[in-house]
């Protein structure tokens, strides 16, 4: 009933840059918090970054002043602009965001199905 349709990922070098898009969709309430995630091999899936509804965000220390997450609360969407990509930055990319279908019931997040980011050198 809720999905979570991404858009962006691929290839990219060292030092370039990438937009990476998430689009909420169903039955909506109302969209809370939203996020990127990421997870590379043989690692566990860590925050990239969140953003509230009124637009506070929060970033992993290792993408922070190199990316910039928003949204756009009318559409329901969140973006993550990567700038100045590592090797280090490669692995699936998930968007995630905490759903109200119904004013009468509590919130549940909600997963992409990510997206694949390679950052060669």
């Known amino acids: 009933q809720v999905q979570l349709v991404e858009s962006g990922g691929g290839l990219v070098q060292a030092g370039g840059s990438l937009r990476l898009s998430c689009a909420a969709s169903g039955n909506i309430f109302r969209v809370n918090s939203m996020g990127w995630y990421r997870q590379a091999p043989g690692k566990q899936r860590e925050v990239v970054g969140t953003?509230?509804?009124?637009?506070?965000?929060n970033y992993a220390e290792t993408v922070k002043d190199r990316f910039t997450i928003s949204r756009d609360n009318a559409k329901r969407t969140v973006v993550l602009q990567m700038n100045s990509l590592k090797p280090e930055d490669t692995a699936r990319y998930y968007c995630n965001a905490d759903v109200q279908r119904v004013w009468f019931e509590s919130s549940s997040q909600y997963w992409g199905q990510g997206t694949q980011v390679t950052v060669s050198s």
């Open positions: 953003i509230t509804p009124r637009g506070t965000t």
